[in-house]
């Protein structure tokens, strides 16, 4: 079967640094994608990654291993604002999407 | 900005009713879907359609159907609705084949079905 697997909720200090992991085993792979979910907003796309390697885009970077089945987010100068729930997911050979479960971010200052 | 609306956020409905859920998007993208999202769960697709008139199966459309009569609208109906089909529903689009998986969605409905 095919499956995501991120943490269900992390916690971190305002102006810190966080990576949020994900590993994944699908049938193929089309591109890796994170997003970002506020509480009671709609999901909003984060980034991309279907080589490997770092992906910078200011505060967050996202890292790609394709041998290894593993990604990461990484968010930098964490802000309150980025309290919120990070979803990883995987273009599969159909380009389908498979979405983890999402991992819940909570900045304390 | 892409705008991707649906028709309701919070709706209360009773077991066997029918259910209308609305989404229309302003970008002409070809690329429309539906997902439910549950706690502790990933969004699981229930319906998508690439074209009008169009509709592929997702991963769970059983008790759904939708429609697909313009190309910025994309409705799904839930015929007799039940207990099990409390949620929150996403509506999403896209239209590039190249990131099919950046999709821009919906502020969501949140659904109770007593």
């Known amino acids: 079967g095919q499956n995501i697997d991120q943490p269900t909720e992390m916690t971190a200090t305002e102006g810190a640094i966080v990576q949020i992991n994900c590993t994944y085993q699908t049938s193929g792979f089309n591109g890796l994608f994170w997003y970002q979910q506020h509480a009671g907003e709609a999901p909003t796309f984060l980034s991309y990654?279907?080589l490997d390697g770092l992906e910078e885009k200011g505060r967050f970077s996202s890292f790609l291993s394709r041998s290894k089945g593993y990604s990461y987010l990484l968010l930098k100068e964490l802000q309150m604002k980025d309290s919120a729930s990070y979803l990883c997911a995987v273009m599969d050979s159909n380009y389908q999407l498979i979405w983890g479960a999402g991992t819940k971010l909570i900045i304390k200052p | 900005d892409v705008k991707v609306t649906q028709s309701s956020r919070y709706l209360v409905k009773r077991t066997g009713e029918k259910v209308f859920l609305e989404c229309v998007q302003d970008?002409?993208?070809?690329?429309m879907f539906w997902y439910r999202q549950d706690p502790g769960l990933g969004l699981r697709l229930i319906y998508f359609s690439y074209d009008v008139k169009m509709k592929e199966k997702g991963d769970i459309p059983e008790g759904y159907s939708v429609s697909r009569e313009k190309k910025e609208r994309f409705s799904l109906i839930l015929e007799s609705a039940s207990t099990n089909q409390t949620s929150m529903y996403l509506c999403a689009s896209n239209s590039s084949p190249d990131r099919a998986g950046e999709l821009f969605f919906g502020e969501g409905s949140r659904l109770t079905v007593l």
């Open positions: 990654n279907v």
């Open positions: 970008m002409d993208h070809e690329n």
